[in-house]
């Protein structure tokens, strides 16, 4: 069958920048799973799935803005490093989950200047360009437990 709204489709998957970096890839695990039309991927991928079917290999490159989004400058925040209770030394890169008005956000620290702390609440992937090797292994229906849920059960997908 091919792939298309209220399906489950399992698919090996090499993400790279523009540079062939490897960010990430399901090497070693399970495929991923995902229902299809549910958003459980980022857009610009799910589009380029639809009418594919198992055994399908393909290319897709996926501009920033239909993966994780344009980089938002008014996400970067400066705060008094009195406000990181418990950290002994704050430092570039570290990660911190925060209470923002849209729920638990997870920020990192950009930039550190003697009490201030500069957090940048956007996904890390924001602002790049995502290239995907994708090699589909198995499509089906998906459950009806599946569509209530608005994802998929089992290997790849969620286990509870
Ligand atoms: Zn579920």
Excluded: W
Aim: hydrophobic letters at 35%; aromatic letters at 4%; proline letters at 3%.
């Amino acid at each position: 069958m091919i792939i298309s709204d209220n399906c489950i489709a399992s698919f090996h998957y090499t993400l790279t920048d523009k540079d062939g970096k490897v960010l990430d890839s399901s090497d070693g695990r399970e495929p991923l799973a995902y229902l299809h039309g549910a958003s459980n991927i980022i857009p610009g991928l799910e589009k380029e799935l639809a009418g594919k079917q198992a055994g399908d290999k393909l290319q897709v490159a996926v501009p920033a803005a239909e993966a994780y989004g344009e980089r938002n400058e008014a996400m970067m925040q400066e705060l008094p490093a009195n406000m990181f209770t418990g950290v002994d030394k704050i430092e570039v890169g570290m990660e911190f989950h925060a209470q923002t008005e849209n729920g638990t956000q997870v920020v990192s620290v950009a930039a550190v200047d003697g009490d201030t702390v500069t957090v940048d609440a956007n996904h890390p992937l924001a602002g790049v360009d995502l290239n995907f090797d994708v090699e589909i292994t198995e499509v089906r229906e998906a459950t009806e437990e599946e569509q209530q849920h608005g994802h998929a059960h089992g290997a790849g997908g969620h286990e509870h």
